[in-house]
């Protein structure tokens, strides 16, 4: 009898929970216009009913991993009424709500169920036969009558209605199967084969539409039948995901049938549409229902006849009375959610209550559905006209559905001969296992009380499920117990009994429920239905201390007689009557829930086969070399023996698992000396203590060995046996008691099978000897073996034990009940050899260069010795291929007559299909790290092998560790310990992320204050802007520079001749000075923080005010711009900068979706220009995710500056893309491109600047031609017509120049052919002015009428077009160097011919002549002078100085030349060197600057250019400047820039509002992006950065006259991060690291490399071919282009954190940045002889590891350690390892050292095996760091020799006192009782042969040592010579 436990009451958890919810309450929806006038009245009358209901309750349970600790957990889904509650089970027995769902009408079903939601969006061909791959959402699905509803566990639902009434509702692999209701009617019509009378339909993804399922059945000889599932009498049973499979029964003919579930293919489809086409179709009467919304869709179709015999509704498409859902695409009529009326789709946003709107519902005519509360349609009743749900107007032949899922048929029971119809449906149906792996379909007919099961199984070539024949089971119920692979069933007399498949294996006792025959009278009193519920997984109102009945109370009922509890087999015989159980359900992992007769439920858990792993392991061998039904015989007497009822006592597993075993083999275990140990060591239970009678007072012999049985004794001799240096003994039982003569029983189950037992046990006994935590284990098993071993007179085996573990010399028998006669029944297995098959001897052969051969393992058990040899195979066969070198040295057991499951795949195979390294190209490590990949090894499976097996696998680590190839697996970079490149890896699977800590650090100090004092540079990356300038305080410097959230200083100081009014007017005006500052700071400050901050979703970024307000101390009077007159609407442009600059703060790793850009809306209903600014920032970082309808919200409020942010907002988040949508909304607003004879629309000119301009930014780089044709006249627009185009023409002129540029940007070589658009020559004429051309096409016609108020005449207005197209042609021509059209941009060389050029328009010739001849572009003074005329350079500023009469000169001509020219140049090198920080570059534009600086302090020279023309080049230079060093934040601007800021007041009226927007800019610049970004020099870049640092500046902060002020901000697409920002991969934190950076080879230069240290920025990644990682501190990483670029790339990209990991011998540059600790340590240490003393503190100054800190801490402090021996030994271990980079291998030393301890290596011999494979490793060719050059080996060979002579010195002295006892070992003399100590250690040191190997010696004479060399050449001399001494001592 099998003892179940943990019995529990049982009462669901959502009952008790639904209890305190409220339950389903109406949600008031407002604003809702329902043209549904009925609805409501027929809502307050749905739940009136003259019927009772009682409300349903199910639930329903799985199992999941827990989150936190990855056990399994249960879930519960319960439903009752209209709710749901899903529930999972906790810790500590707790359970937990996931979530609960109430919905409108009761809930006739839930499930869990799974969805693929395609990657490519929803597929054109949904019957397609290829799987779709797309992203797995799991989840809830309610079903209600009409319609299910589907809840996504990370969030998120579907609301779906169906064309049907729901009958049930399956779960297929990825979808769902439902089935319909069939009315009375429909059943006694005759079916056909058509989808509108189909019964089964199938879902895939609720945006689908519900499909009609088809069938394919074949028989012998005839085609395969295919059509829809028609047939009313087929009834879905059970349905499973894997394998996938439907189970049916046909209630007409009474059978069931299996079915294959999968996708339908094409042809199939195509058939079952053919068929139909033949069939009776006709137009239906047309018809439209009330309130059904007329359908719009001219393809919409729907399969005709809704029949008046049918009331069923078929799935067919139609689009009336849709309602769009999210995700649903208009215009995709195949792969919308099926809307026929009732199938439309409500929105995941809308509640239920909502959605009663939204959904229309159809009522089939049956009276019981018109009922129901879901349904508020009638269509017409029986008997009427035939209903459609299309237009009257629409004819068109209907098509069907194509169907999605096909049943095809795979079996079906054979018929009965009496038909039960509806009865013989099974009442249950499930999938099982039998212990060896053999899959069963079972049902439960409860009508015969039968459990039918039926073996299947896969054919060979895995294509098709093979069914085999019915098993008959007398049963009432039954339910699987999936972990443990056994079936519970509950016979019809009411008991329950245990089955393996079809195999009985005894009776279960649940022992809280009564054993003899009782009736319902005789149950305890149980928990009512209505109790509270808690307790373990699942509720119960009693402790689990209260249900533990005990089993002696309970025998009593059984019988009298006391029984013997070990012979199960005695249970089977008690006549138990238990018909008090009603039924069994709810399996779950090993639990079930037993139903009594009066609805009490209590739960109960089957217990586990097994405790132990070396007995699970020991199973799975037998199960793999037994026969299978003879290994689930004795896997079921196992069970029954280990969980009897009273459980295992106070006897240990193992020793029951040995008795069990030996007496199924046929042993007497009683006369054993094996088992009858145990039974001396158990023989003192407690319970035979109780029952004892006493005798006396007086002590007994009985008490002393009741004392020496006890767990206190045991655990004293472990504990007192080292310390005492005791030797282990055991006593020795009488032989008398138990070797009395007897036999084996020749007929137990497993006598013939005894060497197939032990072979099997054997390579278990091998598998866990390679598993450091099963030592105990392996000493429980090797009794065994020995037992079975000597009896079977293997001698080699017998020995081979004995030196393992050589307590095992007195554990022989003196008789064995095995006789030569017994030997010769028995059967042998192949694998069955006199060789020990030894994986230690295998590697130390091998390591000898010896060839053993193959070594065998048993699939699925050995994994160990599998992955462990597969490892040394290439190591030892390093020419082989790697399938080659594995197939050399395994060889696989093959299963006894059976194939079992033994998951073995081909590892040759699959590692060929992953990896590259089959031929063996790679070096050995790489090659065996791969491997280990490959096979799932990780470091901690290495830790648990022992260290001489693990040493070439740590070794082969420990070489790929420092040099790692840049192609390998995020797997194998963290086996190697390099987990900052297998982070680096991971960045491929993952989002961009914020830094770490982003949301919880704390801001700046400077930044605690309110939130009205907010300015914006809050959550700057202090740790990056510390540690690159940790130096001074440039960055509180910028950010005092930037901020302008706070009132100005005004400290003035009144003079006593001025009187108060006067004075406060003073104040103003110097506010108002210092305002036009502040206006200009919000520029530069959105280049600072560009991208540095990530807000939450919830919350509404932060805008800091523009404060326009003063404070004058000393009492803080604010002063405002009250008493003075100021521009209007001064701030608007500023505000719009403000708003711009808050929106680019945010990150690209930053959520952001149309809800939260509209959340962002200011309160009140009006727009302001900060949110206008904001709308252009989402567009410029790619965050303006607007759907149309918002757009058209926004652009029809008529706000300018909303519509100029919107419009470049969305044409920079389309760059280049020529996206048709966007390009309609720019062209409404640029009446250029609208129709002549489109309707006039009142356009600001503002707008259409951005409207032209964003028409460049989205067709750039397209060189689109009707584009540039448009833009190209556009340069030169007339005034008019009328009053309009006559205000700031230039800057719509130059803004159509720019994107003519954009559009055509370096495309001007590719344009000459054309002669029809002769772009350059009407470039040339814009700029240079002459005669109008006569207006052509649309043109001509718009501006017939001139303008009102200019007149410009015939010549063009060469003010207005000179500087757009003098930037267009050098935009089109960009680095063409074409000559030509460089001399039309040189300067004039004459005073007459400069007399005609505006001195400006010399700046934009020079800076355009520079883009022509970009190559010959050189960062040096000359080249600038180079663009100046002789005549300029001669008589710039030198009036008064050059007397020259004869050639009149305009010196103030010539010094503004000077200044426009040199600025021209200084713009065209701060462009071509933008973000290179190139020191030439930089020295030259300082010259510059210098220069600039010196004419400003001379008032002469100022006078002679005037002060606005030195006052715009200087800016220029600066912006230049700025630019070369952009993200340096280089010291001296800055502190150019602060000096140029300081000019405000009276004193620098020449300082516009322009001059202190170039200055802000220049100081973001400095710092672009909070110093993670620069600026790159691509084409495209370059196009807009010429946009946004356009040379001329405004006068004042409304003025766009010549150049539209948005368009400052188009920088942020030339913006590149390129901040490398190292972090300890270990602690996080960020870190200084070398770096160094190479450049591609170039015809100027080449091998050019410099060094850096990071954090630091990057040049262009187009410029390096690579970057490394440098340095003795930390691990090297090379990035290389054409390896691993897009690494960098990712790096780059995702906050430029690259992950490094410090070497374990070096403190960070932070702890100490010149090596001064560590030098200083090395040098203290120098002398080798001090290591045996170092001290805590030393390797401190080598290490911040925690791990080696908490070491030293602990082990190397002479206060905690009293063994000063091992103290100087790990000292010096610890230093060795620490300081050559292995801290790894510190374990494996103390290993080695405690191993070889005096008193541990006589026990078993394990550490002396391992200490001589770790020789034989570094001894051999096969040593991975050759045996030359130790220092690169993991292990100091001193350290080892140390161990060996230590070890040697012992063995020695042992054999001169001890040479008796080896003499009688080799003569194979009996060893019992004798002291035998250490020799097993010295059998195995010293390879010492068996003494059977001995015996075949024959010598004549005395022996001598060649003549034993020639007998025993495989030995080494010196095992030899001691052979020898031993001989002559015996002699």
């Given at each position: 009898m099998i003892a179940a436990c943990f019995t529990q009451d049982f009462v669901p958890f959502g009952r008790e929970y639904s209890r305190r919810h409220p339950g389903t309450f109406q949600l008031q929806v407002q604003n809702t216009v329902s043209a549904e006038h009925g609805v409501p009245l027929l809502k307050s009358f749905r739940d009136i009913s003259i019927q009772e209901h009682n409300k349903k309750e199910q639930w329903l349970f799985h199992q999941i991993p827990h989150e936190v600790n990855q056990d399994l957990c249960d879930e519960e889904l319960y439903f009752s009424g209209n709710t749901v509650v899903w529930s999972k089970g906790g810790q500590n027995g707790t359970r937990s709500i996931v979530k609960t769902f109430t919905v409108d009408t009761p809930v006739v079903q839930a499930l869990w169920s799974n969805f693929i939601l395609p990657a490519s969006g929803i597929p054109e061909d949904i019957a397609g036969f290829s799987p779709q791959a797309g992203e797995l959402q799991s989840g809830v699905c309610v079903v209600e009558s009409g319609s299910i509803s589907f809840f996504i566990e990370k969030?998120?639902?579907?609301?779906?209605?169906?064309?049907?009434?729901?009958?049930?509702?399956?779960?297929?692999?990825?979808?769902?199967?439902?089935?319909?209701?069939?009315?009375?009617?429909?059943?006694?019509?005759?079916?056909?084969?058509?989808?509108?009378?189909?019964?089964?339909?199938?879902?895939?993804?609720?945006?689908?539409?519900?499909?009609?399922?088809?069938?394919?059945?074949?028989?012998?000889?005839?085609?395969?039948?295919?059509?829809?599932?028609?047939?009313?009498?087929?009834?879905?049973?059970?349905?499973?995901?894997?394998?996938?499979?439907?189970?049916?029964?046909?209630?007409?003919?009474?059978?069931?049938?299996?079915?294959?579930?999968?996708?339908?293919?094409?042809?199939?489809?195509?058939?079952?549409?053919?068929?139909?086409?033949?069939?009776?179709?006709?137009?239906?009467?047309?018809?439209?229902?009330?309130?059904?919304?007329?359908?719009?869709?001219?393809?919409?179709?729907?399969?005709?006849?809704?029949?008046?015999?049918?009331?069923?509704?078929?799935?067919?498409?139609?689009?009336?009375?849709?309602?769009?859902?999210?995700?649903?695409?208009?215009?995709?009529?195949?792969?919308?959610?099926?809307?026929?009326?009732?199938?439309?789709?409500?929105?995941?946003?809308?509640?239920?209550?909502?959605?009663?709107?939204?959904?229309?519902?159809?009522?089939?005519?049956?009276?019981?559905?018109?009922?129901?509360?879901?349904?508020?349609?009638?269509?017409?009743?029986?008997?009427?006209?035939?209903?459609?749900?299309?237009?009257?107007?629409?004819?068109?032949?209907?098509?069907?559905?194509?169907?999605?899922?096909?049943?095809?048929?795979?079996?079906?029971?054979?018929?009965?001969?009496?038909?039960?119809?509806?009865?013989?449906?099974?009442?249950?149906?499930?999938?099982?296992?039998?212990?060896?792996?053999?899959?069963?379909?079972?049902?439960?007919?409860?009508?015969?009380?039968?459990?039918?099961?039926?073996?299947?199984?896969?054919?060979?070539?895995?294509?098709?499920?093979?069914?085999?024949?019915?098993?008959?089971?007398?049963?009432?119920?039954?339910?699987?117990?999936?972990?443990?692979?056994?079936?519970?069933?509950?016979?019809?007399?009411?008991?329950?009994?245990?089955?393996?498949?079809?195999?009985?294996?005894?009776?279960?006792?649940?022992?809280?429920?009564?054993?003899?025959?009782?009736?319902?009278?005789?149950?305890?009193?149980?928990?009512?239905?209505?109790?509270?519920?808690?307790?373990?997984?699942?509720?119960?109102?009693?402790?689990?201390?209260?249900?533990?009945?005990?089993?002696?109370?309970?025998?009593?009922?059984?019988?009298?007689?006391?029984?013997?509890?070990?012979?199960?087999?005695?249970?089977?015989?008690?006549?138990?009557?238990?018909?008090?159980?009603?039924?069994?359900?709810?399996?779950?992992?090993?639990?079930?829930?037993?139903?009594?007769?009066?609805?009490?439920?209590?739960?109960?858990?089957?217990?586990?086969?097994?405790?132990?792993?070396?007995?699970?392991?020991?199973?799975?061998?037998?199960?793999?070399?037994?026969?299978?039904?003879?290994?689930?015989?004795?896997?079921?007497?196992?069970?029954?023996?280990?969980?009897?009822?009273?459980?295992?006592?106070?006897?240990?597993?193992?020793?029951?698992?040995?008795?069990?075993?030996?007496?199924?083999?046929?042993?007497?275990?009683?006369?054993?000396?094996?088992?009858?140990?145990?039974?001396?060591?158990?023989?003192?239970?407690?319970?035979?203590?109780?029952?004892?009678?006493?005798?006396?007072?007086?002590g007994s012999d009985d008490d002393w060995e009741g004392l020496l049985s006890s767990t206190h004794h045991q655990y004293t001799i472990q504990c007192m046996e080292p310390v005492l240096g005791l030797t282990h003994c055991t006593a020795i039982p009488d032989a008398s008691s138990y070797s009395k003569p007897c036999a084996i029983n020749t007929n137990a189950t497993l006598f013939p099978h005894i060497p197939a037992v032990m072979m099997g046990l054997h390579l278990v006994y091998e598998e866990m000897k390679l598993n450091t935590l099963l030592t105990e284990d392996v000493e429980k098993l090797v009794p065994i073996l020995y037992q079975i071993a000597s009896d079977l007179k293997c001698s080699n085996y017998t020995d081979y034990y004995c030196r393992d573990f050589q307590q095992l010399f007195d554990a022989v028998d003196d008789v064995s009940q095995i006789t030569e006669d017994h030997l010769h029944k028995m059967v042998y297995p192949g694998v069955f050899t006199q060789f020990v098959p030894s994986v230690l001897q295998w590697l130390q052969s091998n390591l000898r260069g010896d060839d053993p051969g193959s070594l065998p393992y048993i699939p699925g058990v050995c994994n160990n010795i599998k992955n462990v040899i597969s490892l040394y195979a290439l190591l030892l066969k390093r020419d082989l291929a790697t399938e080659q070198a594995i197939d050399k040295c395994l060889r696989r057991v093959a299963p006894a007559g059976h194939r079992a499951p033994t998951c073995d795949l081909s590892m040759s195979r699959s590692f060929s299909r992953s990896f590259s390294i089959c031929v063996p190209s790679a070096s050995v490590p790489e090659r065996i790290v791969l491997y280990m990949t490959e096979i799932g090894m990780t470091?901690?499976?290495?830790?648990?092998?022992?260290?001489?097996?693990?040493?070439?696998?740590?070794?082969?680590?420990?070489?790929?560790?420092?040099?790692?190839?840049?192609?390998?697996?995020?797997?194998?970079?963290?086996?190697?310990?390099?987990?900052?490149?297998?982070?680096?890896?991971?960045?491929?699977?993952?989002?961009?992320?914020?830094?770490?800590?982003?949301?919880?650090?704390?801001?700046?100090?400077?930044?605690?204050?309110?939130?009205?004092?907010?300015?914006?540079?809050?959550?700057?990356?202090?740790?990056?802007?510390?540690?690159?300038?940790?130096?001074?305080?440039?960055?509180?410097?910028?950010?005092?520079?930037?901020?302008?959230?706070?009132?100005?200083?005004?400290?003035?100081?009144?003079?006593?001749?001025?009187?108060?009014?006067?004075?406060?007017?003073?104040?103003?005006?110097?506010?108002?000075?210092?305002?036009?500052?502040?206006?200009?700071?919000?520029?530069?400050?959105?280049?600072?923080?560009?991208?540095?901050?990530?807000?939450?979703?919830?919350?509404?970024?932060?805008?800091?005010?523009?404060?326009?307000?003063?404070?004058?101390?000393?009492?803080?009077?604010?002063?405002?711009?009250?008493?003075?007159?100021?521009?209007?609407?001064?701030?608007?442009?500023?505000?719009?900068?403000?708003?711009?600059?808050?929106?680019?703060?945010?990150?690209?790793?930053?959520?952001?979706?149309?809800?939260?850009?509209?959340?962002?809306?200011?309160?009140?209903?009006?727009?302001?220009?900060?949110?206008?600014?904001?709308?252009?920032?989402?567009?410029?970082?790619?965050?303006?995710?607007?759907?149309?309808?918002?757009?058209?919200?926004?652009?029809?409020?008529?706000?300018?500056?909303?519509?100029?942010?919107?419009?470049?907002?969305?044409?920079?988040a389309k760059r280049g893309t020529m996206d048709l949508a966007t390009m309609k909304l720019l062209s409404i607003h640029v009446p250029a491109l609208l129709p002549p004879t489109s309707t006039e629309l009142n356009v600001p000119h503002n707008v259409q600047v951005a409207g032209v301009l964003g028409v460049g930014l989205v067709y750039q780089g397209t060189a689109h031609r009707h584009t540039a044709e448009v833009l190209l006249s556009e340069i030169g627009r007339p005034p008019g017509p009328e009053m309009e185009n006559c205000n700031d023409r230039e800057s719509y002129s130059l803004a159509a120049g720019m994107a003519l540029g954009l559009v055509m940007f370096g495309r001007g070589s590719e344009i000459v052919g054309t002669p029809d658009l002769s772009m350059a020559d009407t470039l040339y004429h814009f700029m240079v002015g002459g005669h109008k051309r006569p207006l052509s096409g649309p043109n001509k016609e718009r501006y017939k009428s001139p303008s009102c108020q200019i007149k410009e005449g015939d010549s063009v207005n060469v003010d207005v077009t000179s500087p757009g197209a003098t930037l267009a042609l050098g935009m089109l021509y960009f680095k063409t160097n074409n000559s030509a059209v460089a001399e039309w941009l040189i300067a004039s060389d004459t005073q007459f011919m400069l007399d005609h050029v505006r001195p400006d328009f010399l700046m934009l010739r020079t800076l355009s002549r520079g883009l022509v001849m970009w190559d010959s572009v050189i960062p040096t003074f000359q080249w600038l002078t180079g663009n100046l005329p002789p005549i300029i350079q001669k008589y710039a500023f030198t009036q008064g100085q050059v007397q020259d009469d004869d050639t009149p000169v305009d010196f103030e001509t010539m010094s503004q030349a000077y200044c426009n020219i040199v600025g021209g140049g200084c713009m065209v090198i701060g462009l071509k060197f933008a973000g290179t920080a190139n020191k030439q570059a930089f020295d030259t534009l300082k010259e510059c600057m210098r220069m600039s600086l010196e004419i400003v302090s001379c008032p002469s020279h100022v006078e002679q250019a005037g002060k606005i023309t030195v006052e715009n080049t200087m800016m220029s230079i600066l912006l230049a400047l700025a630019m070369v060093m952009s993200g340096t934040g280089n010291l001296e601007i800055l502190r150019m820039c602060r000096m140029l800021r300081a000019r405000v007041g009276p004193h620098s009226l020449g300082v516009m509002y322009g001059s202190h927007m170039a200055i802000s800019m220049s100081l973001g610049l400095l710092f672009l992006g909070g110093g993670r970004y620069s600026l790159k020099t691509t084409a495209d870049s370059i196009a807009v950065m010429l946009c946004a640092f356009y040379p001329k500046f405004p006068i004042h902060s409304n003025d766009n006259r010549y150049h539209l002020q948005a368009l400052r901000h188009l920088y942020v697409m030339a913006a590149d991060p390129r901040l490398v920002l190292p972090r300890d991969v270990d602690t996080g934190h960020p870190c200084y690291v070398p770096m160094e950076v190479k450049f591609k080879d170039t015809d100027v230069y080449r091998n050019v490399s410099f060094s850096t240290s990071a954090p630091c920025l990057l040049p262009e990644l187009d410029i390096i071919e690579e970057v490394k990682i440098t340095g003795p501190r930390y691990w090297p990483i090379t990035f290389h282009l054409n390896k691993n670029w897009n690494n960098l790339q990712l790096v780059l990209q995702n906050n430029g954190t690259l992950y490094v990991k410090q070497r374990a011998g070096h403190l960070s540059y932070v702890e100490d940045p010149k090596g001064y600790r560590s030098m200083l340590a090395k040098s203290l240490t120098s002398d080798h002889s001090s290591h045996s003393s170092v001290k805590p503190d030393v390797v401190k100054a080598f290490t911040s590891d925690p791990r080696l800190l908490a070491l030293t801490e602990y082990f190397l402090n002479t206060k905690n350690m009293k063994d000063v021996d091992f103290l100087q030994i790990l000292s010096s271990i610890v230093y060795e390892c620490v300081t050559k980079e292995k801290p790894e291998s510190i374990p494996s030393y103390v290993d080695l050292h405690q191993s070889l301890d005096r008193t541990q290596f006589g026990k078993r011999t394990g550490g002396v095996c391992q200490l001589k494979l770790v020789l034989s490793y570094y001894g051999s060719r096969f040593c991975l760091g050759g045996r030359e050059e130790t220092s690169e080996q993991l292990m100091k060979l001193e350290f080892l020799m140390a161990l060996k002579s230590k070890l040697e010195n012992i063995l020695d002295r042992w054999q001169t006192d001890n040479m008796d006892l080896l003499v009688k070992y080799l003569q194979g003399e009996v060893l019992k009782g004798q002291e035998t100590s250490h020799l097993s250690a010295y059998l195995c040191w010293f390879e010492i042969p068996t003494p059977t190997q001995i015996s075949k010696v024959i010598v004549e004479g005395a022996p001598t040592l060649p003549v034993l060399c020639a007998n025993l050449p495989q030995l080494s001399v010196g095992t030899v010579m001691r052979i020898l001494t031993a001989w002559q001592a015996a002699v």
């Open positions: 969030g998120g639902e579907y609301n779906i209605a169906l064309p049907f009434q729901v009958a049930s509702t399956w779960m297929i692999e990825n979808g769902l199967l439902f089935e319909r209701t069939v009315s009375p009617t429909e059943i006694a019509t005759g079916k056909r084969n058509s989808p509108s009378q189909t019964t089964v339909f199938s879902m895939l993804h609720p945006l689908d539409e519900v499909a009609p399922v088809i069938t394919k059945t074949s028989s012998p000889g005839s085609c395969p039948k295919i059509s829809y599932l028609t047939d009313n009498t087929q009834h879905i049973i059970f349905t499973s995901v894997e394998p996938s499979l439907v189970f049916t029964y046909d209630t007409m003919v009474g059978v069931h049938s299996a079915w294959r579930v999968r996708k339908a293919r094409l042809d199939e489809c195509n058939t079952v549409c053919g068929l139909m086409e033949n069939s009776f179709y006709h137009p239906a009467a047309m018809a439209t229902p009330m309130g059904m919304n007329q359908s719009s869709s001219s393809h919409s179709r729907f399969i005709g006849s809704l029949s008046a015999q049918s009331p069923s509704i078929s799935p067919m498409r139609s689009f009336s009375g849709r309602v769009s859902s999210p995700g649903i695409i208009p215009g995709r009529s195949q792969s919308l959610s099926p809307a026929v009326g009732s199938m439309a789709a409500v929105s995941r946003s809308q509640s239920p209550a909502m959605g009663l709107n939204s959904m229309h519902r159809l009522l089939s005519p049956s009276p019981s559905v018109a009922r129901s509360p879901g349904n508020y349609f009638r269509t017409p009743p029986v008997g009427s006209h035939n209903v459609s749900l299309i237009n009257e107007s629409y004819t068109d032949w209907v098509e069907p559905l194509k169907p999605e899922v096909c049943f095809e048929h795979l079996w079906t029971e054979p018929a009965p001969a009496i038909r039960d119809g509806s009865l013989g449906k099974s009442s249950k149906a499930f999938l099982t296992r039998d212990l060896c792996g053999q899959q069963y379909l079972c049902y439960v007919i409860s009508y015969r009380q039968q459990l039918r099961c039926v073996k299947f199984e896969e054919s060979n070539d895995l294509s098709q499920l093979i069914f085999g024949t019915v098993a008959v089971i007398p049963a009432k119920d039954a339910v699987p117990i999936e972990s443990l692979d056994l079936l519970v069933l509950l016979d019809p007399t009411g008991g329950l009994w245990v089955y393996s498949g079809t195999t009985k294996i005894n009776r279960l006792h649940v022992p809280t429920l009564p054993l003899g025959s009782g009736s319902l009278s005789m149950l305890r009193t149980t928990t009512p239905i209505n109790s509270p519920s808690r307790g373990g997984y699942f509720t119960s109102s009693r402790p689990p201390s209260a249900m533990e009945a005990g089993f002696d109370e309970e025998m009593t009922q059984m019988s009298p007689v006391p029984t013997e509890l070990e012979d199960s087999s005695q249970f089977d015989e008690f006549p138990v009557q238990s018909s008090f159980i009603q039924g069994i359900k709810d399996n779950v992992g090993a639990r079930f829930t037993i139903e009594l007769m009066n609805n009490h439920l209590c739960r109960t858990t089957m217990p586990a086969i097994t405790s132990s792993p070396g007995i699970e392991m020991c199973l799975q061998a037998l199960k793999h070399m037994l026969p299978k039904d003879l290994a689930i015989s004795i896997l079921g007497k196992w069970y029954t023996m280990r969980n009897t009822p009273g459980g295992l006592g106070n006897q240990s597993e193992w020793s029951l698992f040995s008795k069990c075993l030996l007496s199924m083999m046929g042993y007497d275990t009683t006369r054993l000396a094996l088992t009858n140990q145990h039974e001396l060591d158990t023989s003192m239970s407690p319970v035979v203590a109780v029952k004892r009678p006493k005798q006396s007072d007086q470091y901690q499976d290495l830790e648990y092998l022992p260290v001489g097996v693990s040493l070439p696998l740590r070794e082969a680590i420990f070489h790929c560790r420092c040099n790692a190839p840049s192609d390998w697996t995020e797997q194998a970079y963290t086996l190697i310990g390099r987990q900052d490149l297998s982070q680096l890896l991971g960045m491929e699977n993952k989002k961009p992320q914020a830094p770490p800590g982003i949301y919880t650090k704390q801001p700046h100090p400077q930044s605690k204050r309110s939130k009205d004092e907010e300015d914006g540079m809050e959550h700057m990356d202090e740790e990056l802007l510390r540690l690159r300038f940790s130096d001074d305080l440039r960055v509180q410097e910028v950010r005092r520079l930037l901020q302008s959230s706070r009132p100005a200083r005004i400290a003035l100081v009144q003079r006593p001749e001025v009187s108060d009014h006067d004075f406060i007017e003073e104040q103003e005006k110097h506010l108002y000075s210092i305002c036009i500052r502040t206006m200009a700071l919000p520029v530069g400050r959105g280049m600072f923080t560009l991208s540095t901050y990530h807000p939450l979703p919830t919350e509404a970024i932060p805008i800091p005010k523009l404060c326009l307000t003063g404070k004058a101390p000393p009492r803080n009077a604010t002063v405002d711009l009250t008493h003075i007159d100021t521009p209007a609407n001064m701030s608007a442009w500023p505000q719009f900068h403000n708003g711009v600059a808050a929106g680019l703060r945010i990150a690209n790793s930053s959520q952001v979706d149309t809800t939260w850009i509209i959340y962002n809306k200011p309160k009140s209903n009006e727009f302001t220009n900060e949110y206008a600014g904001f709308l252009m920032a989402l567009g410029l970082n790619g965050h303006l995710n607007l759907n149309t309808l918002n757009i058209h919200d926004y652009l029809s409020k008529g706000h300018e500056m909303i519509t100029v942010g919107l419009l470049l907002g969305m044409a920079a």
